[in-house]
């Protein structure tokens, strides 16, 4: 790893939520793996669960192939796309949400064997979902991998809450949404900390019902994102990647772009997390190398 860790302790990848903005973090991925940086333990919130359970999965440089993959999928799939066909079937069925959580089920069936477990992954993986029942973080440490991604990455108002073994899950990201403090729990002294919805553009005040979701919600992950990077943790060593996405901010969004223009976009968006991430771990190296002289 070159000077790029600090001590003797555990390196942890932390993969942050972000909906669509997820393929900066594909080519942040690459380029530390490409600097020969390589976790002991992967943490992951909402899509950082699903890219970070591949990450687990085969922790090396050529997880960049399925990982670009993915993202092809994603979009083909239109795995967050509203579905009038799913909307009308959750009110017939009295669920909360826009669209099923059918096509993130059949796009992670495209990467993990039905009844893989976490356990069977190679690196240690948790993925923090939020429970409504106990109005809790739950930490998927064990048990059937699907279920607990699909639950890490439920949306609020997007997909109805996924049920495991009588509990109720919604998105990680709600009270998790870039989970430092548990990798250094799991004995990370060195945490490479992959945040996407790194921009600080200003929130709209919501002028419609259904915006008003979003913003509580963005209100809410900001002040925690912040306060989880800024809290001190003596011995432990905290990077926070950047992702690039400021020059892709606006792109993307929309239910009416084209397929063509979101592949695009993915593809900018993977080589911009790649670009920012490699110059910041080069300046990181050449830094460590004047400190040792």
């Given at each position: ?80 796309k509203p ?94 949404s870039l ?83 979101e592949l ?30």
């Open positions: 790893m070159d000077g790029l860790t600090d001590g003797q302790g555990k390196v942890a990848f932390v993969l942050g939520g972000g909906g669509e903005r997820g393929g900066n973090q594909v080519g942040m991925i690459r380029a530390l793996l490409e600097a020969g940086i390589v976790p002991d333990i992967v943490v992951g919130t909402s899509i950082g669960s699903v890219q970070g359970a591949i990450l687990a999965k085969n922790p090396t440089v050529s997880v960049i192939a399925e990982l670009t993959e993915l993202w092809m999928e994603f979009i083909s799939m239109r795995v967050m579905s009038l066909r799913a909307f009308l079937s959750n009110v017939r069925h009295v669920r909360a949400g826009l669209t099923s959580e059918d096509a993130a089920h059949r796009m992670l069936l495209n990467h993990f064997a039905p009844h893989t477990r976490i356990e069977d992954l190679k690196l240690p993986f948790v993925c923090p979902a939020s429970s409504i029942e106990r109005a809790a973080a739950h930490y998927f440490d064990q048990g059937q991998l699907i279920p607990a991604l699909l639950a890490s990455c439920c949306v609020p108002g997007l997909f109805p809450p996924v049920e495991i073994d009588g509990e109720h899950y919604l998105d990680g990201g709600l009270i998790d989970p430092v403090g548990l990798a250094v729990s799991l004995g990370a002294s060195t945490v490479y900390a992959l945040r996407i919805r790194q921009t600080g553009e200003q929130l709209e005040v919501p002028r419609m019902p259904w915006q008003l979701a979003h913003v509580a919600f963005e209100v809410s992950r900001r002040a925690a994102v912040e306060a989880e990077i800024a809290r001190r943790r003596p011995g432990v060593t905290v990077h926070v990647l950047p992702s690039g996405e400021d020059e892709l901010v606006k792109a993307g969004r929309g239910p009416i772009a084209s397929g063509r223009a695009e976009t993915v593809r900018r968006r993977i080589a911009l997390g790649y670009d920012a991430a490699s110059a910041f771990l080069e300046g990181l190296q050449r830094t460590r190398q004047d400190a040792t002289g």
